[in-house]
């Protein structure tokens, strides 16, 4: 007997439509998502609006804190963007007229030490510095005391009575520095350079004291050969080097930042102390 014949199905044209209807389902899908995000509930909108404006709204205060900074707006020269100064705070404001009086005292120190140690700075053996710490005499040790020795001069009496005279008229801390080369020194008197600068600077703040200056405002230091102002390598540097400070120390931090001249420039108009450098020949002291 035959077999029947398998009936033969008919190719399904219409297949294409599944899948183009899932796609098209997964579209709305999307641009329903997005739509959603993009809405803008104005109820939420309106409470985030309020809380905005509440957070943000101007005072009194911050209306003057904008005026003053924009009134002292300065423009940097070729950036063409404004550099606004700092609001000082309250303490700030309070400490402005002190700074101001320290800084007009510290001036007027400078002036007077000039005028009184002149023709010494014009023979360089006294140099006027101004820094942010104060005014600093720098005196030759060869203007007060012989080689090798501590007792002052008979002449260097008239020398130092003529600051000591500044420095009465100031109530200013007083700081009087000892400092050699590095030329070792062994004497009964000076076992080593710390003894030397120490007494020296000891000798100094002694005449000031007998002059009339504070004792409670002064100190003596002898820094012995450990802070040069020039090369010891030299018969110049070594002389630069053995000299004695007297620092007119200032009262108030910062103050001298208002005054107008460079820190380490000399007063006299010389040049600034050069670069300190080591090693040196043993030399007469």
């Known amino acids: 007997m035959a077999r029947r014949k398998p009936h033969e199905e008919h190719e399904n044209l219409e297949r294409w439509l599944v899948s183009y209807a899932d796609f098209i389902t997964l579209l709305f899908a999307f641009f329903v998502v997005m739509y ?7 109820g939420k909108y309106r409470v985030m609006s309020d809380s905005l404006v509440s957070a943000f709204k101007e005072s009194p205060r911050s209306d003057k804190l904008i005026e003053m900074t924009t ?9 063409g963007k404004p550099i606004g100064k700092m609001q000082q705070q309250p303490h700030a404001d309070s400490e402005a007229p002190e700074r ?4 007009e005292s510290m001036k007027k120190v400078a002036k007077n030490v000039l005028d009184v140690m002149q023709p010494l700075i014009q023979n360089g053996q006294v140099r006027v510095t101004q820094s942010p710490r104060g005014v600093t005499v720098e005196i030759n040790a060869s203007v007060l005391f012989k080689s090798g ?3 002052l001069q008979p002449q260097s009496t008239e020398t130092l009575a003529a600051v000591a005279r500044v420095l009465s008229q100031v109530e ?8 050699t080369d590095n030329v070792p020194i062994n004497s009964p008197s000076f076992p080593s350079n710390w003894e030397l600068s120490s007494s020296r600077a000891g000798s100094v703040v002694r005449l000031f004291a007998e002059r009339g200056v504070p004792a409670e405002r002064m100190v003596a230091i002898g820094y012995a050969d450990n802070r040069p102002v020039d090369t010891n390598a030299t018969l110049d540097g070594r002389s630069r080097n053995r000299r004695v400070n007297v620092l007119i120390l200032n009262e108030v931090a910062g103050a001298t930042q208002e005054i107008a001249l460079q820190e380490g420039v000399p007063l006299s108009g010389q040049p600034a102390p050069a670069t300190p ?7 007469a002291r």
């Not at 450098?277 to 030399?283: H, L, R």
Request: net charge negative.
């Open 277 to 283: 450098s080591t090693v040196a020949p043993p030399a």
């Open 100 to 103: 101001r009086r320290a800084a």
């Open 36 to 42: 959603a995000i993009s809405s803008i509930n104005e």
């Open 71 to 79: 009134k002292h707006a300065e423009i940097m020269p070729g950036s």
């Open 172 to 179: 200013n801390p007083v700081q009087v520095e000892g400092h």
């Open 149 to 151: 020795e501590a007792v």
